[in-house]
């Protein structure tokens, strides 16, 4: 019975500490290893040359589109200077970038495509 005491609240610490960390923590690592952040697609357009970090890193913060046709500011990084005029499909978890790809227009929702041209 007391094992089952200590397991509920080490589990009742964990279930606060996360939730604190959604409310209050806003960082890539908090927002990457925090399961209760879902992982959303943001649509965002290259229109700038990338900030150069070092030798083969550069850096880009652009306002993008969500599903849901709001505006979010992202930054993240690629291993080579991206294609003025690309869009790109970004996967994250508030200000974690998970992974970027490039498609097409027409492979983004409606709102991305009319805000984004």
């Given at each position: 019975m007391k094992a089952l005491k200590i397991t509920i609240?080490?589990?009742f610490a964990a279930?606060?500490?996360?939730?604190?960390?959604?409310?209050f923590v806003k960082n890539e690592l908090a927002d990457?290893?925090?399961?209760?952040?879902?992982?959303k697609d943001?649509?965002?357009?290259?229109?700038?040359?990338g900030k150069k970090l070092d030798q083969s890193t550069y850096e880009y913060s652009l306002e993008g589109i969500n599903e849901d046709g709001k505006?979010?500011?992202?930054?993240?990084?690629?291993?080579?200077q991206l294609r003025e005029g690309a869009?790109?499909?970004?996967?994250t978890k508030r200000?974690?970038?998970k992974s970027w790809e490039e498609v097409?227009?027409?492979?983004?929702?409606?709102?991305?495509?009319?805000k984004l041209k």
């Open positions: 609240g080490i589990l279930v606060i500490i996360a939730l604190t960390m959604t409310l990457m290893l925090n399961p209760f952040i879902p992982h943001v649509f965002v357009k290259i229109d700038q040359v505006k979010i500011k992202i930054t993240f990084t690629a291993s080579k869009y790109l499909k970004v996967d200000t974690y970038v097409q227009p027409n492979d983004m929702p409606t709102v991305a495509q009319k």
